[in-house]
Every structure is written in structure tokens, then in C-alpha cells.
């Protein structure tokens, strides 16, 4: 088990220094300039030129990239362009707020989609069946931004139970929750419905029935547990997703997380803001990715990786 | 791994909240900014938010009032030598900062110097250009600025290179704000200023907090606290507003109907005069937009005033020429291009476009341009100007634009200070071609030399009339489609009192304002 995922990790490298390839060569490629980004609407060649130069924005390609990589090998993610403040600060104070939005959206999906998808499996056909096919529907067709809003104009707005936007405790993050939870609780309640269906009709299960077990024994303990794995690919890719770029929630419930930090970025041209962040949630993303793969060990002991 | 399965447990920071945004109603809350300031830092003030906090922080020599006039801030007076070259500023004493330091003249010589620095990285330099010595200086082509000095401690001798009677308005822009002589790495995080309020705290794209500095020399802040929330979204921001969590809001356009028609909502509604121009500029060097019988044609070929109406609510007085009618020097009587597609297509033929012409029409991702854009789309259609419209995110646009790459391109323009200068100079004098904001590429040497005259015209009327001939040249040789100026529209909770919504962007600096706490129950 240690061996594999020193391997993963080590293979971890090679995807990085990819994904650092690609980003630098698209910013490189797409139109816009930092440095105009930075001058506003009334600016001289002269200082254009004068920036460019301060930034090392005219050496060859290959050099900047160098410099960067270099910068990177020491653990130094550079200081953005626009605002000079150090990009690794930037991540650590922005990261942990996406964190806790990802992971609040992430249970309450759990919570919310697995029970809906366990409880339509029991009875397929039944009303709990039929609630869920409506929630999946609904949860898959809305668009978050639209989601967002509603729930804004309902729980803010018209009844007053929450406030509308902003960062702070349970109460700011019940609804940025929801609205991105919102798909997660549809994908799951389906995909756990049908993995169930799968289970409860195979034979160890009606072995257990015949040995007698209490019903939710045979459900919580038999065929949930080997419905598992679908689920918590489910889980793994959309808490992923949710890390790397909820940035339409964000956005919408001025939630002051990462997904903002690179909108603002890219909208600017802050290059080694755009180019931190990027590496940084790619790693993100690697590392969720390993930890989905660890549990599908630990759910099923056939999967192994020796 | 015999044991049940570990539930994905994630360690969430639920910390029930109970106070936070909007609670304590002896803050005013402010939800205009849309994103994070760029720092606090004066030298680093190009946009918006940065400026607006800037502000609250700082004080220039001058500053604006929410009405847009220039009165004296840090400098209580100013005299300007007989040739005009010479500014002599006489400042205000007994004046400190939030650390206590005393405000004297090294630290305007030394925040001004600051801008300038090419190693500051500030990129906005242009409002101390007129100073002499100051563009040397910041090309690194001279050790200190040559026209800057400062004979005691409360005077600052301030030689333009030539003469330039609206210095003094420039000095009111928050990058010439006035700074300590030294500053440590992160005062762009933690800065002082002698400005009405001082910084409490600055959670970053969350929201800034400011308290009262309580020895402000314009008398200190009424309120206990200020807080500029960070909305992104516009309609986050309505709905914060409907939820008396803050005070005042910038509504956004396609919110403005349904508040004017809403018997008490429209009770909450301030609007300013505008000073923002909404444009298409015509790149006149590409071409057949090189001939003026073409731009005019343009102009003629299109319905202002039912785009008005339709797409921006009717917030929009026309525009026949680029000065502001608020401003001195508009010419209020000329009337504008009229929609006239007879007109368009018979200036079209003239010049030689029987069969008309193919434009590309270039637009921001914004959507109410790129509305817009698919309105003079199809009205320039009707006179056989074929025209495609180019969306690009804001940034590639703009570029695009400032390359010279565009035919016509849907942009606006805000006044950094109160002044048909402010327009006439940067939009199409031809010195400002491309980067400095003439991106129609105009160029008439009549136009820039009556523009060049009245930056160095003492007496105000006769600048003003120069203002007006030049703008008249504009109007005639239509570099532009001239679209309208936005008035903006404000909301303003009942409780709030005092708040004028200022003209200029950074000419409220809500010392006034103050809230009457009894008078609404907040949000929950």
C-alpha cells in the first residue's frame, strides 16, 4: 500500500510539470497583456515598455520559463503582478475557505443523495422513488447560478432566515452549500439507487435475508457496502470539481474562496496568480484523486494495490 | 481494514456565526466594490476599488466634493506664478497621520516620487507627468524629479513644464495621495494615511473595514465603522440591498426599471450626473473609415434615443461630442447625429460605398454592450453597413482596440476628475494614440492644438471656449459614434442620511453619512 502511493505521488510529478507546460504556453498564446492590466485606461508606451522590462516579460520564452520553474523548485510561487502581494499567501488564505464550502456541499450530498438513493432503492416504483427521480431531475437541470439565486430571493430576501451573501459561520454557509451541493445530491441519489438495485438482487443478499438479518442489516451493512464504489467515484470527481473550481458559487454568494481568486486573476493577466493557483489545484485535484482510489480499497478488499 | 468503512469526514470550520455582515447597524456598508482592491497603496491606485479605499485613507493636496468640485484638502491654498509654470502650494498644518508622524512637505516630494518609481510598479504615472523632470524621472532617466521642491515645511513648489491651469484638479485623483516619507514592504496591506478613516481590517475579496480616525482635520467620520463589502455578482448585490444588510447600492441596469416603477422603491432612488461616456469608437485610420463621410454616415445610421430607452432604461442623456453637458464647455445647444438612414446611405455613396461596406464591430463580453453590438448591428444594416460583432473577454478586447486591430469598438470612459480636458485630451488628442486612450487613432492637428492651448490657458473662459471649439471639430469629424452618458442610478436605504452619491468615484468619502440604527429591523 506505502509503495503505491509513494509510486502516485512520484507519478504525481510528471502530471504537475505538465499541467505548469500547458498553462504557461496557453497564457502565453491568449491574447491580453498583464502589463495593460496594470496601467488602467491611461497609460504611455514608454512605461508599457518600462514594465514589461521590471517583469522580464521580454525574455525569451524559454528563459521566463525557466525562471518560473526555478522559482517553483524552491517552493516560491512568486508575487503576483498586480496586487505584489506573494502568491502562496494569497492560496493559503483563500484555499481553506473553498475547503470548507467543497466539504460542506460535499456532506450534505452525502447525507442528502446516498439516504434518497438507498431509501428509492427499497421500494423501486414507490413515492420516496418517484421524490428522488423529481430531486435528481431538478438537481441535474438547474444551473447553479440560477439555483443560487433563488435561494438567495427565498432565504435571504423574502423570509430573512439567512443573509444573503458573505463569508462567516454556519449560517453564511448553509446556502453557497446547497446550491453546489445541488448535483452531487442528484448524481448520487441515482447512482446509488441503481448500484442498490444491483446489490439487493444479488445472491448474498437473499442469503442474508434467509439467515434472518434484520432489514436494515441487510441494507446498511450487505448491499450498501457493496454499492459503494460507484458512489465514491462519484464523491471523488466532484469533490475535486467542487475544490478546483466552484466558481460560479462563489461568485454569486460572495464567498471570498479560491475559485474568485483565479477569475480576478485571469481577468487581470496576473500571470504568476494564474500560474500558482493552477499548479496548486492541480496538485489539489492529484491528491483527491489518490485518496478516491485509497477508498475504493477500503471499501471492496478485492481491490489491492500491491 | 477490517473495520467499517471511514466515512469521508472533513474537518469544516461550522463555527456558528452569529454576528458578521450587516448586524451592527452602527456600520455603513457599502456594496459597490465588485472585486478585491488592488492594494492600499496610493501608487498602486488604477481602479476602482483601490481608489475608493484609497480615499478613505488618504488625502491628496485637493479633493473632489460629491458634486464634483475641487476644494482644498491637504493644501489649503495654492498660488500659480504670472507665467503658469509654477504652482505653489501652501499646506495645511497641524496635520498627522494615524501613526502620529506629522504631515510636512518631504512627504508630498516623497509619495509623488513614489508613483513614479519604475520599481513600484504602479504603471500610473500620467497625473504627475505635467510636473517637470517627473516622465525622466520615472523612465529612469534622471535620479529625483527636477520640478518638485519643497523650501519649509508646509510649501511644496511644484514646476510644470508647461504651463497646466487643472493641475490642481489632478491632484484630487488618489494616486496623488500623500503617503509617509518611508514605507515599510506591506503598506499596501497596512497603510497610514491622514484620510478621515483608518483600516481596521481587509479580508481579501470579503471586505474592508474602516473606523473613524478621530483627528481628522476635516472633522471625523459620524458613523462608528464603515465597511466596504466585495459583491461580484450585481444581483447578490440587490438582493443584499432588499435585505437591509447594506446601505447603498449601484443598481445595476437591468434592475432599474422594475425599482422606477415600484411606487416604494423608487423612493430610495439618487441619481448623479454622469461623467461617463459611452462610446463606439471608429478606428479612423482603417480604411474606409478614414473618410469623416463614413463616420458620419455611422453616426446618422443609427436610433440613439430608442436604444436609450430600450437597453439602459433611459439612463442615458445623447451625446454630441465628448464633453459631459455638466461639464463647462459643452456646447448644450447642437443637436447630435439624428437617426437618418437616408442621410447614412447617401454619405455612403458620396463616398464611393455605393454598395456599402463590411465592418467589424468589436465588443466586451459585458452583456449589455454585446447587446448593444446586435443593435447598431442591425441598425446599420438598414444603410448597408454590414457589420459583424466580435465578442472578447474585456482584456483581449481592449488590447485589440489599443493595437489599432478594431474597426469600431464599443467602449466607455469615466472622468478621473471634472473636466472636458479629461475627455477631449485622452480620447482623441493624438499624442494619447492607442495605450493613452485614443483608440479611435484620431488625429487632426486643428483639433490638437486648440485642445494643447487650453491645457496651457490660464483664464478659465477662454479655455472653456477652446473646450468648445474643439469639441466641435470632434463632432463634426465623428471619430466616434456618439452613443450617450450614463447617469448612474443609485439605491439608498431610508436610514442612511447624508449619502450624495458623488459624481466622481472617489468624491464621497462618507464623513457625513450616518445612520439612524432604530429606524429598520436588519436581517437575522
Redesign the interface.
Known amino acids: 500500500m506505502s509503495a503505491f502511493i509513494v509510486r502516485r505521488l512520484l507519478l504525481a510529478i510528471p502530471t504537475l510539470f505538465g499541467v505548469l507546460v500547458v498553462a504557461f504556453l496557453l497564457l502565453y498564446v ?4 498583464p ?14 515598455a ?2 514589461r522590462a ?2 522580464r516579460l521580454d525574455d525569451p520564452l524559454p528563459v521566463q520559463f525557466g525562471h518560473y520553474v526555478a522559482g517553483i523548485a524552491k517552493g516560491d510561487l512568486g508575487r503576483s ?5 506573494p502568491i502562496r499567501r ?1 492560496i493559503i ?2 484555499f ?1 475557505k473553498t ?2 464550502l467543497a ?2 456541499a ?2 450534505l450530498a ?1 447525507i442528502c443523495g446516498v439516504t434518497l438513493g438507498v431509501l428509492s432503492a427499497r421500494r423501486p416504483g414507490g413515492w420516496i422513488d418517484r421524490f428522488g427521480l423529481g430531486v435528481a431531475y431538478l438537481g441535474i437541470s438547474f444551473p447553479v447560478y440560477w439555483v443560487g ?1 433563488l435561494l ?2 427565498l432565504f ?2 423574502t423570509l ?1 432566515w439567512l ?11 448553509a446556502l453557497p452549500a446547497l446550491a453546489l451541493g445541488m448535483r452531487s445530491i442528484a448524481f448520487l441519489a441515482r447512482m446509488t439507487r441503481s448500484a442498490m438495485l444491483d446489490s439487493l438482487g444479488a445472491d448474498y443478499v437473499r442469503t442474508a435475508r434467509a439467515k434472518g438479518l434484520h432489514d436494515s442489516a441487510v441494507v446498511g451493512r450487505h448491499a450498501l ?1 457493496n454499492a ?1 464504489i460507484p458512489i465514491i467515484t462519484v ?1 471523488g470527481l466532484d ?1 475535486g470539481a467542487y475544490l478546483t473550481g466552484s466558481i460560479l458559487t ?5 464567498w ?2 479560491i475559485g ?2 483565479v477569475v ?1 486573476a485571469i ?3 496576473d500571470l504568476p496568480a494564474i500560474q500558482g493557483s493552477v499548479l496548486f489545484l492541480s496538485a489539489v485535484f492529484v491528491l483527491v484523486n489518490l485518496l478516491t482510489d485509497l ?1 475504493y ?3 471492496d ?1 478485492r481491490v489491492t494495490y500491491a | ?1 477490517r473495520r467499517s ?4 469526514v ?13 448586524t451592527d447597524r452602527r456600520t455603513l456598508v457599502d456594496s459597490r466594490d465588485n ?2 482592491p ?2 492600499l497603496d496610493p501608487a ?1 491606485s ?2 476602482v476599488p483601490t481608489g475608493r479605499a484609497v480615499g478613505y485613507l488618504f488625502d491628496g493636496l485637493t479633493r473632489f466634493t460629491p458634486d464634483a468640485r475641487v476644494e482644498p484638502g491637504l493644501a489649503t491654498s495654492w498660488d500659480v506664478s504670472p507665467d503658469g509654470a509654477t504652482n505653489t502650494f501652501h499646506l495645511r498644518r497641524g496635520v498627522t497621520f494615524t501613526d502620529g508622524t506629522p504631515f510636512v512637505a518631504r512627504q508630498v516630494l516623497a509619495s509623488w516620487q513614489r508613483v513614479l518609481d ?2 513600484v ?1 504602479g ?4 497625473p504627475l507627468y505635467p510636473v517637470r523632470g517627473a ?1 525622466e524621472f ?3 532617466k534622471a535620479t529625483s524629479i527636477a520640478g518638485l521642491s519643497a523650501p519649509n515645511d508646509s510649501t511644496v513648489v511644484v514646476t510644470l513644464k508647461e504651463p497646466f491651469a487643472i493641475f490642481p484638479k489632478l491632484l484630487a485623483m488618489p494616486v496623488a495621495s500623500i503617503a509617509p516619507e518611508s514605507v515599510p514592504a506591506n503598506f ?2 497596512r497603510p497610514v494615511g491622514t484620510g478621515p478613516w483608518r483600516l481596521i481590517e481587509w ?5 474592508l473595514l474602516f473606523a473613524p480616525n478621530r483627528s481628522y482635520w476635516g472633522g471625523a467620520p459620524k458613523a462608528d465603522s464603515l465597511k466596504a ?5 450585481p ?2 448585490a440587490v ?2 440591498f ?2 437591509g ?1 447594506v446601505d447603498v447600492l449601484q443598481l445595476p441596469q437591468s434592475e432599474i426599471r422594475d425599482w422606477e416603477e415600484d411606487s416604494e422603491r423608487r423612493k430610495l432612488l439618487a441619481s448623479t450626473p454622469s461623467l461617463e461616456l459611452v462610446y463606439v469608437a471608429i478606428n479612423t485610420t482603417r480604411g474606409p473609415l478614414a473618410d469623416v463621410r463614413v463616420r458620419q454616415a455611422l453616426n446618422y445610421a443609427i436610433d440613439r434615443s430608442i436604444i436609450v430607452r430600450n437597453l439602459i432604461a433611459g439612463r442615458g442623456e445623447l451625446a454630441s461630442g465628448v464633453i459631459p453637458s455638466s461639464l463647462p464647455g459643452a456646447e448644450k445647444t447642437r443637436v447630435g447625429y439624428q437617426f437618418d438612414t437616408l442621410r447614412a446611405r447617401q454619405l455612403l455613396r458620396e463616398a464611393g460605398h455605393p454598395n456599402g461596406i463590411d465592418l467589424e464591430l468589436w465588443t466586451s463580453t459585458n452583456p449589455i454592450y454585446v447587446r448593444v453590438a446586435e443593435t447598431l448591428q442591425a441598425y446599420l444594416q438598414l444603410s448597408g453597413i454590414r457589420v459583424k460583432v466580435v465578442q ?5 478586447a ?3 482596440a ?1 493595437k489599432g486591430k478594431t474597426d469600431l469598438f464599443i467602449k466607455d ?2 472622468a ?1 476628475y471634472p473636466d472636458a480636458e479629461n475627455f477631449l485630451y ?1 480620447l482623441l488628442h493624438s499624442a ?1 494614440k ?4 485614443n483608440v479611435s487613432y484620431y488625429s487632426n492637428p486643428q483639433f490638437d492644438s486648440l485642445v494643447s492651448a487650453a491645457r496651457r490657458e490660464p483664464d478659465e473662459a477662454k479655455r472653456v471656449a477652446m473646450y468648445t471649439a474643439a469639441d466641435r471639430i470632434a463632432f463634426r469629424d465623428a471619430p466616434m459614434i456618439f452613443l450617450w452618458f450614463y447617469s448612474e442610478l443609485y439605491a439608498i436605504q431610508p436610514w442612511i442620511r447624508g449619502f450624495v452619491p458623488p459624481v466622481i468615484f472617489n468624491g464621497q468619502p462618507w464623513t457625513t453619512v450616518t445612520t439612524t440604527a432604530a429606524a429598520h429591523q436588519p ?2
Open positions: 491568449a491574447p491580453g497583456d502589463v495593460m492590466a496594470m496601467v488602467g485606461e491611461r497609460a504611455d508606451e514608454e512605461t508599457i518600462r514594465l521590471e517583469l503582478y498586480i496586487t505584489n502581494r494569497d488564505e483563500r481553506p475547503l470548507q466539504g460542506a460535499m456532506l452525502t439565486l438567495i430571493l435571504a430576501v430573512h443573509p444573503p451573501s458573505g463569508f462567516g459561520g454556519a449560517r453564511y454557509l457496502r459503494l464523491l469533490f462563489e461568485t454569486i454568494f460572495s471570498p474562496g474568485r481568486y480576478n481577468a487581470r493577466r477508498a480499497a477500503k471499501a478488499p | 481494514m468503512i471511514a466515512p469521508l472533513l474537518a469544516l470550520g461550522l463555527a456558528c456565526g452569529g454576528g458578521g455582515g450587516g472585486y478585491d488592488r492594494s498602486l488604477t481602479d519604475p520599481k510598479r504603471g500610473r504615472g500620467w516622465k520615472a523612465d529612469g499596501g496591506e479580508k481579501h475579496d470579503d471586505y463589502r466585495i459583491i461580484a455578482e444581483s447578490t438582493a443584499e432588499q435585505s444588510t472578447r473577454e474585456s482584456a483581449a481592449r488590447e485589440a489599443r470612459w469615466y478621473d485622452p494619447n492607442g495605450v493613452g486612450g436581517a437575522r
